[in-house]
């Protein structure tokens, strides 16, 4: 902060120094222009605020915690959502088949003037049995209608029950490929995470190295004024030190990269630095054996759950499809008040009510095979989705095998990497002692560092490769969480 005070007042002496007409006086900041001060304050201020803007965001995480964020974020889960909630509405819209419809409607009629009016006068019926004139008016011009009808299904043929029960099997399938959208996320975030720690130890790996080299430089120089090392010796440390810069530069544009897409993998700003918590992964031999893993994923993945759920679906599809060649019975009521009321006679130009209740029954008794088509296509949907049940399951039993040896694999190359650098830091030590005491050459100490260096590098790859195995062996498997505790 003393810093940065001290540059910001050195900065504003020099503004103020090139305004035109200012006098300057021995004391900093001693002007007789006052608005050109502030005017100078206005710009100093305004070129240090980028600086101030920019400073960087820090956070701390461990595979869990990205797998969290990514969980909220990203948004093929808000898609894998929105299926979820088609699936429940086109349920909803099955379940209310089993319930009453209702209907209601009005009408306004108006007919024409040339509607035939007549009398009947008496036909010698008697006294008595109708009036004198009796007036048969059907040129009532204006009609008004209420109608009001309840409609309940008897009997479907099943079809009801059956696309009830495969909107309910298809939901639960989107809900499972929801899971399973969350799994390949979390699989995602994880081989990203993993990606960074491997970056960012990759590039202390060239750091330390850069040190090393640097200070073995610095001696070399220094035994070369002396006359006790070679310009040859010099020329080829500073070889290699600038061989170490480029590889710092590609070791820093790597890093930012994968910081970049572990950000975008958990959904935050690419402007915040992600630290990850969780930096190595210690040793720990499998257990279980293949068929074991298997049994297990069989129980635990939810993409072959879903498929299971789509092979009910479609089952009970079919069932229903065929049940469309019976009958359809409904129980109906209705109720209309209008003005006239056409089931009345005579018509009455006033407002009447009249109820009537019944059964109904509808059967096509020829369609040219419709049903017949729709029965075919939905059983062929559902040899399908049996087909892709047992693809799935084929699938899911070679990538758990694929991943349980690829952690096998990575294991072994752990250990053996682990192993190496431990040999290359002794022959290391050892060299650079005897190149201190004039025993061995500056060729031998640059080319035992390179070992040294690809050690190390060895190391950080073998331990990303080992932790990313494992997070292929969880995501084969069904977890959703690693298995291997930091």
């Known amino acids: 902060m003393l810093?940065?005070?001290?540059?910001?007042?050195?900065?504003?002496?020099?503004?103020?120094?090139s305004i035109p007409g200012t006098v300057w006086s021995a004391q900093p900041l001693r002007v007789k222009r006052l608005p050109c001060v502030l005017f100078a304050c206005i710009l100093v201020v305004a070129a240090l605020a980028p600086a101030v803007t920019h400073a960087q965001e820090t956070m701390r995480l461990t595979p869990e915690a990205c797998v969290d964020l990514a969980m909220t974020s990203q948004p093929q889960l808000r898609m894998a959502g929105s299926r979820v909630e088609a699936a429940e509405a086109s349920r909803g819209e099955m379940q209310s088949w089993r319930w009453p419809t209702v209907r209601a409607g009005a009408s306004y009629r108006r007919l024409s003037s040339n509607v035939t009016t007549f009398i009947l006068e008496d036909a010698g019926l008697g006294d008595g049995l109708l009036p004198d004139d009796l007036r048969f008016d059907t040129s009532l011009p204006d009609q008004y209608a209420l109608r009001g009808e309840v409609e309940q299904r008897l009997f479907s043929g099943g079809q009801?029950?059956?696309?009830?029960?495969?909107?309910?099997?298809?939901?639960?399938?989107?809900e499972h490929r929801r899971q399973s959208v969350a799994q390949d996320v979390a699989h995602a975030v994880v081989k990203a995470y993993w990606t960074l720690v491997a970056a960012e130890a990759k590039q202390e790996v060239t750091a330390?190295?850069?040190?090393?080299?640097?200070?073995?430089?610095?001696?070399?120089?220094?035994?070369?004024?002396?006359?006790?090392?070679?310009?040859?010796?010099?020329?080829?440390?500073?070889?290699?030190?600038?061989?170490?810069?480029?590889?710092?530069?590609?070791?820093?544009?790597?890093?930012?990269?994968?910081?970049?897409?572990?950000?975008?993998?958990?959904?935050?700003?690419?402007?915040?630095?992600?630290?990850?918590?969780?930096?190595?992964?210690?040793?720990?031999?499998?257990?279980?054996?293949?068929?074991?893993?298997?049994?297990?994923?069989?129980?635990?993945?939810?993409?072959?759950?879903?498929?299971?759920?789509?092979?009910?679906?479609?089952?009970?599809?079919?069932?229903?499809?065929?049940?469309?060649?019976?009958?359809?019975?409904?129980?109906?009521?209705?109720?209309?008040?209008?003005?006239?009321?056409?089931t009345m006679f005579p018509l009455e130009d006033r407002f009447q009510g009249t109820w009537e209740v019944g059964v109904q029954m509808s059967v096509d008794l020829w369609d040219w095979n419709r049903r017949g088509y729709r029965a075919q296509q939905v059983e062929a949907s559902w040899q399908e989705a049996m087909e892709r049940q047992q693809m799935t399951r084929q699938a899911i039993r070679l990538e758990v095998a694929d991943a349980r040896d690829e952690v096998e694999r990575a294991a072994d190359v752990l250990v053996a990497s682990r192993e190496r650098e431990k040999a290359m830091e002794e022959v290391f030590r050892v060299v650079r002692r005897r190149h201190a005491a004039g025993e061995a050459l500056t060729v031998e100490v640059l080319s035992?560092?390179?070992?040294?260096?690809?050690?190390?590098?060895?190391?950080?790859?073998?331990?990303?490769?080992?932790?990313?195995?494992?997070a292929g062996l969880d995501r084969a498997v069904g977890r959703m969480r690693s298995g291997v505790q930091p």
């Not at 810093?3 to 120094?17: A, E, F, G, K, M």
């Not at 059956?162 to 939901?171: F, I, R, Y």
Request: proline fraction near 4%; glycine fraction near 2%; hydrophobic fraction near 45%.
């Open 3 to 17: 810093s940065t005070v001290i540059s910001c007042r050195t900065v504003l002496d020099q503004v103020v120094r």
């Open 160 to 174: 009801t029950r059956h696309s009830v029960d495969a909107a309910t099997q298809a939901t639960r399938a989107e």
């Open 208 to 342: 330390v190295a850069k040190r090393q080299v640097a200070e073995q430089l610095r001696v070399t120089r220094v035994r070369f004024r002396e006359g006790m090392a070679l310009r040859s010796d010099v020329l080829a440390l500073e070889a290699r030190a600038a061989e170490i810069n480029a590889d710092r530069r590609n070791a820093d544009a790597a890093v930012a990269s994968a910081r970049r897409h572990l950000a975008d993998r958990i959904g935050i700003d690419p402007a915040i630095v992600i630290e990850p918590a969780t930096r190595r992964i210690p040793y720990s031999p499998l257990r279980h054996t293949t068929e074991e893993l298997f049994t297990r994923a069989i129980a635990m993945r939810p993409d072959l759950a879903a498929d299971g759920r789509s092979v009910a679906a479609w089952r009970h599809r079919s069932r229903a499809a065929e049940g469309a060649r019976w009958p359809q019975v409904s129980f109906v009521a209705s109720y209309v008040y209008a003005r006239p009321n056409m």
């Open 448 to 470: 035992t560092e390179h070992e040294l260096r690809r050690a190390r590098v060895a190391v950080v790859e073998a331990e990303a490769r080992y932790a990313q195995a494992h």
